[in-house]
């Protein structure tokens, strides 16, 4: 995999402003923890290694356990996610799949139930930031940093 361009370096002004939005959100108080659910499941769905070796790692400083991370793709049917995760994870797929989805009115139930307007709002900008972030890094090929060390 070869890298297309560094977007930092070609338009900065574009990332730091991606950055602030990206702060601002992280700030926002949503939990820690379900945010890097959120960056994690959207980043599985566009198959970005970049920003899935970010947020697992992030998640896992945490505390996060492996089996969590490791069953996140098949959450539905796994009991290790709380009603709270389980609204935003679906309201994650449902709008990173948009044009497949529609954001389903069930979905949204879900995700009324656990979350209020504020948080709602704020769940909704870090699904928008994730989605930008994994077309930043796929389409410009970002590769996430690599270590040597192999389990035995």
């Given at each position: 995999?070869?890298?297309?361009?560094?977007?930092?370096?070609?338009?900065?002004?574009?990332?730091?402003?991606?950055?602030a939005l990206e702060n601002a959100v992280a700030e926002a108080g949503v939990e820690r923890s379900l945010y890097e659910l959120v960056k994690t499941r959207a980043s599985q769905i566009n198959g970005?290694?970049?920003?899935?070796?970010?947020?697992?790692?992030?998640?896992?400083?945490?505390?996060?356990?492996?089996?969590?991370?490791?069953?996140?793709?098949?959450?539905?049917?796994?009991?290790?996610?709380?009603?709270?995760?389980?609204?935003?994870?679906?309201?994650?797929?449902?709008?990173?799949?948009?044009?497949?989805?529609?954001?389903?009115?069930?979905?949204?139930?879900?995700?009324?139930?656990?979350?209020?307007?504020?948080?709602?709002?704020?769940?909704?900008?870090?699904?928008?930031?994730?989605?930008?972030?994994?077309?930043?890094?796929?389409?410009?090929?970002?590769?996430?940093?690599?270590?040597?060390?192999?389990?035995?």
């Amino acid at each position: 995999m070869t890298p297309r361009l560094n977007p930092q370096a070609a338009a900065p002004e574009m990332i730091r402003a991606m950055l602030a939005l990206e702060n601002a959100v992280a700030e926002a108080g949503v939990e820690r923890s379900l945010y890097e659910l959120v960056k994690t499941r959207a980043s599985q769905i566009n198959g970005c290694a970049f920003c899935l070796h970010m947020h697992t790692n992030d998640a896992r400083r945490l505390g996060e356990t492996e089996d969590r991370l490791h069953l996140l793709a098949a959450w539905r049917e796994s009991p290790l996610y709380s009603d709270r995760e389980r609204a935003a994870l679906g309201w994650t797929e449902a709008l990173t799949r948009l044009a497949d989805t529609h954001a389903p009115d069930a979905d949204y139930q879900a995700l009324k139930a656990q979350f209020t307007e504020k948080e709602q709002v704020v769940l909704t900008m870090m699904i928008v930031t994730i989605n930008g972030w994994n077309r930043l890094a796929v389409g410009f090929r970002a590769i996430h940093p690599v270590t040597v060390a192999r389990a035995a």
